[in-house]
C-alpha cells in the first residue's frame, strides 16, 4: 500500500510545485497577449491595447437577440429583428462583437488549435449568461460534422462547453445532437440558400431522442453570425421537447448596435 498524502497536504506541495516551476516555465513561454500576441505581465490575459478595443455586449440589449442598442428605453425591451422574425430559441447571450480582438481569440481557438484559450473565453460566457446557465438542466455544443471533426481533430464549441459545465456544475450532452450532414459555408448564401444548405443538417442521436425532453437547454457554439446554423440545431432540440433554449456564443456578428 502506498503512501498518500492528507488532502492539505496535498494542496501545500501543489501550492509550492507551481510557485517553483512557474518562473521556469515562464522564462520558456513568455506570458502573452491572448489575442496580439505581445508581452504581458500573465498568461491568458489581453494587453492594454486589445483590452480596450474589445467590444464587449452590455445591458441595454435585445431581451431575445442580444443585439446591442444604442440607448436604453427600459427593461424587456425587444427589437424589431425579433418581433418580425422570432428565432427558434428563447434568448441569445454573446460576450463581444466578432471583430478586433473578440475575432482574432474565435479564429486562434478554431483555427490554429488554441485550445488553451477555451477556460479564458467560457469565464467571459459565464459572466455574460450566469443566471441562464444556473437556471438550465443540460448544456450542448453545437457539433461538427465528423468528416470536419476528423480534419480539425476537435470541436470548438465542445471545448467551450467543457469549461461552462465545468464553471456552472451543469452536464455536459455532446453526444446528444448530431450533424448528419457536411454543409458548404454559410458566407455569401442568400437567406433561402442558408436554409437550403442546412436543411435537415441536425438530428437526434439515436438512444439520445428523450436526452432534452422536459429540459431547459443552453446551446453552445463559438459565434453567432447568419443564425442560420444555430435556428436548424434549435429546431430539432425544440422538436425533441426542449421546453427553453439559450443560445449561448463568445463572439456575435452584428453591423452596429440598432
Known sequence: ????????????????????VRPVLDAIYPPACAACGIRTRRHYALCPNCWRDMRFIERPYCEVLGIPFRRDDGEGMVSAQAIA??????????????????????????????TELAPMLAAWMMRAAQSELQACDI?????????????????????????????SDRPMMAAS???????????????????????????????HENDVFGKRVVLV?????TGATISAASRVLRRAGAVDITVLSFAMAVPEPI
Open 1 to 20: 500500500m502506498g503512501f498518500v498524502l492528507p488532502g492539505h497536504d496535498r494542496n501545500f506541495v501543489k501550492r509550492w510545485a507551481t510557485v517553483l
Open 85 to 114: 422574425d422570432p428565432p427558434p430559441f428563447d434568448r441569445l447571450r454573446s460576450v463581444a462583437l466578432h471583430e478586433g480582438p473578440a475575432r482574432r481569440l474565435v479564429h486562434s481557438l478554431k483555427y490554429k488549435d488554441r
Open 139 to 167: 448544456i450542448i455544443p453545437v457539433p461538427l460534422h465528423w468528416t470536419r471533426l476528423f480534419s480539425r481533430r476537435f470541436n470548438q464549441a465542445e471545448e467551450l462547453c467543457r469549461h461552462l459545465a465545468r464553471l
Open 177 to 207: 445532437l448530431i450533424r448528419r450532414k457536411r454543409t458548404r459555408r454559410q458566407v455569401g448564401l442568400t437567406a433561402s440558400g442558408r436554409e437550403e444548405n442546412l436543411r435537415a443538417a441536425f438530428r437526434m442521436a439515436k438512444g
Open 221 to 225: 457554439d463559438d459565434v453567432y453570425t
